[in-house]
């Protein structure tokens, strides 16, 4: 996925507490744009489809989620996934995209 951002300057990434992902968010308005996970090579993300030009060819009904039962001993921090289980990062990704 690549974001093109009319003001790149304007984007920022942050990591909340679990730092399991990034969050990509306008430094002026700070409306969330994205969310990346990523692993070495492979990166998983989430958009914002109201923050992006063509948006009503990608529209469908929102779907709540509910982040609250993960914890520190659940989740692994950005970069510190065992790349000797192939599992571990199968069990990130699910977490995330779910």
């Not at 951002?5 to 990034?22: C, I």
Request: hydrophobic share 40%; charged share 25%.
């Amino acid at each position: 996925m690549t974001i093109t951002a009319h003001e790149p300057e304007q984007l920022q990434r942050y990591a909340f507490g679990l730092r399991t992902a990034e969050a990509v968010v306008c430094r002026r308005c700070g409306v969330y744009v994205a969310m990346v996970l990523t692993e070495g090579e492979r990166a998983w993300s989430t958009i914002n489809i109201d923050a992006i030009d063509g948006r009503a060819l990608l529209a469908r009904p929102a779907e709540p989620r509910d982040f609250s039962a993960e914890d520190v001993s659940s989740t692994a921090p950005q970069g510190s996934l065992d790349p000797d289980d192939p599992g571990e990062l199968a069990r990130a990704a699910k977490r995330f995209m779910s």
